[in-house]
């Protein structure tokens, strides 16, 4: 399993890279990320959730959706929690420690973890990804924009508008009415899938890129949230999760869950209620780069 893991996050580590030499040419500029970002969340992305429920209904996957959706809200809940605790205890304040606790809860499961999941578990553990993303989804764009704007409101328009929690819904509805799209539809939905990890990639790969190696690598606040992210964060949840849960799909992904780099969504909100993008975007960049090491190790554990 280590070895698959290594495999694909190297191929993503190429697609960064792609991100890298397009903005080091002077061929891709900063504004194309917003385009590029427009095209994978709102189509591409939207298409692959769809294109997972694209499977035969049985009980067996009916109960494997239901326990998915459980432990992702406790696992949610219980990460909110212990990151607000660590980033206290790192003496993170104010609107630093609620971006401490945005990026170390939402990880970027679905962009990245698509391929690794796909390649691991097959159609069975897309749907559990896609279980895990849908609640994953609800969270950041309710308590996550609350610790971004300091507010208590719940936003309910973001959440009924948001293509991916739609797509997840039609995606449900077609999956338990066992309809299956056209032969057409499903081939460009299941092409349009293919660009997820690509693209988003790619805009990680532009963000490294407009990052100063030094600024990254030896800064104190990032060096600490890399320790987090990516050690403690897992030693937390692996013991806890291997314990509580038998099926050895939705372990695996919850331990992605755990284990994934900041998601990519993270850097947009930021920078949309608190103007934080550009310190969220080193995250991003620090613990992507890192995962070709650590993915491999912390899934070669469960």
């Not at 792609?18 to 298409?47: C, D, E, F, H, Q």
């Not at 309809?179 to 790969?205: C, E, Q, R």
């Not at 990254?216 to 030693?235: E, G, M, S, T, Y």
């Not at 995250?283 to 890192?290: C, G, H, K, P, S």
Request: net charge positive; with cysteine.
């Amino acid at each position: 399993m280590g070895m698959t893991v290594f495999n694909e996050t190297i191929v993503l580590i190429f697609f960064m890279f792609v991100g890298v030499w397009l903005n080091k040419r002077g061929k891709y500029s900063p504004g194309a990320n917003i385009y590029i970002g427009y095209l994978l969340t709102t189509v591409a992305l939207p298409a692959a959730i769809i294109n997972s429920f694209q499977v035969d209904k049985s009980d067996r996957l009916l109960i494997m959706m239901k326990q998915t959706a459980i432990y992702t809200f406790i696992m949610i809940v219980a990460t909110l929690l212990i990151t607000y605790l660590i980033a206290t205890l790192f003496k993170k304040k104010d609107m630093l420690r609620s971006l401490w606790v945005v990026s170390l809860t939402f990880s970027n499961i679905l962009f990245i973890g698509i391929p690794i999941v796909g390649k691991l578990y097959g159609e069975v553990g897309l749907i559990v990804l896609v279980v895990c993303n849908t609640v994953t989804s609800l969270f950041l764009f309710t308590v996550g924009i609350m610790f971004l704007s300091n507010s208590r409101e719940i936003r309910i328009r973001s959440i009924l508008t948001t293509p991916a929690i739609l797509a997840a819904v039609v995606g449900f509805a077609l999956f338990m009415f066992g309809v299956k799209l056209p032969k057409p539809i499903h081939t460009f939905n299941v092409d349009l899938s293919i660009m997820t990890a690509s693209l988003s990639m790619i805009i990680n790969g532009s963000l490294f890129s407009q990052v100063k190696l030094k600024e990254l690598f030896f800064d104190k606040d990032n060096l600490q949230f890399l320790f987090v992210r990516a050690i403690i964060i897992p030693i937390i949840f692996i013991p806890v999760l291997k314990f509580f849960i038998t099926d050895p799909t939705i372990l695996g992904v919850l331990v992605l869950l755990a284990s994934m780099p900041v998601g990519s969504l993270d850097a947009i909100l930021a920078e949309e209620y608190a103007g934080a993008g550009t310190k969220v975007s080193q995250y991003i960049a620090l613990t992507t780069v890192t995962s070709m090491v650590t993915l491999p190790i912390i899934m070669s554990l469960i």
